[in-house]
């Protein structure tokens, strides 16, 4: 038999964890560059599933991420 768990809560899905709903064209915000690769693919998924474009753009030892359309 399999064992039941309960009060685990569900992890975040991962353009939950960007302000992406929030954004109009022209907003950013900071992503730290080791979690570039994360935040591109949010970026992606989220953009395509409601139809909006993001940029991620390098700055030192940061990047940003903008809402393009």
Do not use: Q, T, W
């Not at 064992?3 to 929030?22: E, N, S, T, V």
């Not at 022209?26 to 989220?46: E, L, Q």
Request: charged share 30%; glycine share 8%; hydrophobic share 40%.
């Amino acid at each position: 038999m399999i064992k039941i768990d309960k009060g685990i809560p569900l992890p975040a899905h991962k353009y939950l964890k960007y302000p992406f709903m929030f954004m109009e064209v022209g907003d950013s915000f900071v992503v730290d560059a080791p979690k570039r690769a994360n935040a591109a693919a949010a970026c992606c998924d989220y953009g395509r599933r409601h139809g909006k474009k993001f940029s991620l753009r390098n700055m030192g030892d940061h990047c940003r991420c903008f809402r393009i359309a």
